[in-house]
């Protein structure tokens, strides 16, 4: 049967991670890459078609499902509600604080066009988001937590990129260890935003470009920065690629409450990422292949993870899914 078609936007770090796996999933095929890069200036390592972003219009019937791949401090805000007109799409925007405004903005694009648009895809927002849902509904009584890290942030790390005289730059997210202590021992602790972790910088500057504005640029970054005790180093470029290379992270969601006569019930869910873009390409994927259900459907609007139903993601039938794993 026939194979869902998927279209690339942005090819970065997700692009080429989505790129992969989709060829770990049979019943999806890749049917072009779009970049606002000239095509000819792209290595991508399949043999898909390499377009232009700006002559998508053109593919509108040969794609069933645009995976969003732009970053979301600049990229999405624009991108997202532009393609959701046209296309149905997944993208992982992860701008908490301006999510329920992505959202609208979605919603309105898509919906009355029947397009369906799941947003915030990942794992935090996205995975992380859902066992934080699990565990206020299923422990009603109890302190929910989320660590993430040490690791890299491509959303920050993202962020920090856009600053004018920005080179190349990685944020990697530290958790404070007493911070994890305490919740770990059950003490269910009020803990601030800065009381959990510290952001780590790492800045390759452009010619020219001034240290103490860049510096500062970032510290007081809002949504990203503004709330965290923030260090930035700055190095070369030959540093960048020989150090900073490798995007490792993970973390944990933790639902620690009391139920009946029993005080200390605990859920957890936890990442150890390798490769962080590629993990987050592979639920931006499984939520193509439930965005393309959906629309079949006729379930148009936003979305966000919280709306899908799990079976939605397998390749699997549901009488199979009862059959093999419930
Ligand atoms: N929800 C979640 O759990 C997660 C969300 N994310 C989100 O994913 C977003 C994208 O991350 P990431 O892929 O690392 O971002 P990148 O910086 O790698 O890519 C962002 C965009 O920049 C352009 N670009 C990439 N490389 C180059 C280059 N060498 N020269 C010029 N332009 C380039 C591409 O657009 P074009 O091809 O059009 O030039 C690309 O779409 C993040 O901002 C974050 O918000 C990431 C991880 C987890
Ligand atoms: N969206 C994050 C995914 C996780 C990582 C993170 C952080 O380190 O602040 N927050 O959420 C990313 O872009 O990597």
Same mark, same amino acid.
């Given at each position: 049967?026939?194979?869902?078609?998927?279209? #690339?936007?942005?090819?970065?770090?997700?692009?080429?991670?989505?790129?992969?796996?989709?060829?770990?999933?049979?019943? /999806?095929?890749?049917?072009?890459?779009?970049?606002?890069?000239?095509?000819? !200036?792209? %290595?991508? =390592?399949?043999?898909?078609?390499?377009?232009?972003?700006?002559?998508?219009?053109? @593919?509108?019937? !040969?794609?069933?499902?645009?995976?969003?791949?732009?970053?979301?401090? =600049?990229?999405?805000?624009?991108?997202?509600?532009?393609?959701?007109?046209?296309?149905?799409?997944?993208?992982?925007?992860?701008?908490?604080?301006? #999510?329920?405004?992505?959202?609208?903005?979605?919603?309105?694009?898509?919906?009355?066009?029947?397009?369906?648009?799941? #947003? &915030?895809?990942?794992?935090?927002?996205?995975?992380?988001?859902?066992?934080?849902?699990?565990?206020? &509904?299923?422990?009603?009584?109890?302190?929910?937590?989320?660590?993430?890290?040490?690791? /890299?942030?491509?959303? @920050? &790390?993202?962020?920090? $990129?856009?600053?004018?005289?920005?080179?190349?730059?990685?944020?990697?997210?530290?958790?404070? *260890?007493?911070?994890?202590?305490?919740?770990?021992?059950?003490?269910?602790?009020? /803990?601030?935003?800065?009381?959990? @972790?510290?952001?780590?910088?790492?800045?390759?500057?452009?010619?020219?470009?001034?240290?103490?504005?860049?510096?500062?640029?970032?510290?007081?970054?809002? !949504?990203?920065?503004?709330? +965290?005790?923030?260090?930035?180093?700055?190095?070369?470029?030959?540093?960048?690629?020989?150090? @900073?290379?490798?995007?490792?992270?993970?973390?944990?969601?933790?639902?620690?409450? %009391?139920?009946?006569?029993?005080?200390?019930?605990?859920?957890?869910?936890?990442? #150890?990422?390798?490769?962080?873009? *590629?993990?987050?390409?592979?639920?931006?994927?499984?939520?193509? $292949?439930?965005? +393309?259900?959906?629309?079949? &459907?006729?379930?148009?609007?936003? %979305?966000?993870?919280?709306?899908?139903?799990?079976?939605?993601?397998?390749?699997?039938?549901?009488?199979?899914? $009862?059959?093999?794993?419930?």
């Amino acid at each position: 049967d026939t194979k869902i078609r998927i279209g #690339i936007v942005g090819y970065g770090n997700l692009g080429k991670g989505v790129e992969s796996a989709i060829a770990q999933n049979d019943d /999806l095929e890749l049917a072009g890459v779009f970049s606002r890069r000239e095509p000819g !200036d792209l %290595k991508v =390592n399949s043999n898909a078609p390499v377009l232009r972003l700006n002559e998508i219009e053109k @593919h509108v019937d !040969d794609i069933d499902v645009l995976i969003l791949c732009g970053g979301s401090k =600049n990229d999405l805000p624009e991108q997202g509600p532009a393609l959701s007109k046209l296309f149905n799409t997944v993208d992982s925007f992860d701008t908490h604080a301006k #999510i329920p405004e992505y959202f609208e903005a979605m919603d309105a694009s898509a919906r009355p066009n029947g397009k369906t648009a799941i #947003i &915030s895809v990942g794992w935090d927002p996205g995975l992380f988001s859902i066992n934080r849902l699990y565990g206020e &509904s299923i422990l009603p009584e109890g302190a929910t937590y989320t660590f993430w890290g040490k690791g /890299l942030s491509q959303g @920050h &790390s993202d962020a920090v $990129r856009r600053i004018e005289g920005v080179k190349g730059a990685v944020q990697y997210t530290i958790p404070v *260890e007493s911070a994890v202590d305490k919740v770990r021992n059950g003490s269910q602790p009020e /803990l601030t935003t800065r009381e959990k @972790h510290t952001r780590e910088c790492f800045v390759v500057l452009e010619e020219g470009a001034d240290e103490a504005e860049v510096e500062r640029a970032i510290v007081t970054m809002p !949504d990203y920065f503004a709330d +965290y005790d923030t260090t930035v180093n700055f190095i070369t470029e030959q540093q960048l690629k020989e150090e @900073h290379s490798a995007m490792p992270h993970g973390g944990f969601v933790i639902r620690s409450g %009391k139920t009946g006569e029993a005080n200390n019930q605990v859920m957890e869910f936890s990442l #150890i990422l390798d490769s962080n873009p *590629e993990f987050t390409s592979s639920v931006l994927v499984a939520y193509a $292949r439930a965005a +393309y259900r959906l629309n079949k &459907s006729g379930e148009a609007g936003a %979305k966000t993870v919280f709306d899908i139903a799990p079976g939605l993601l397998s390749p699997k039938s549901a009488a199979q899914l $009862r059959k093999e794993i419930l």
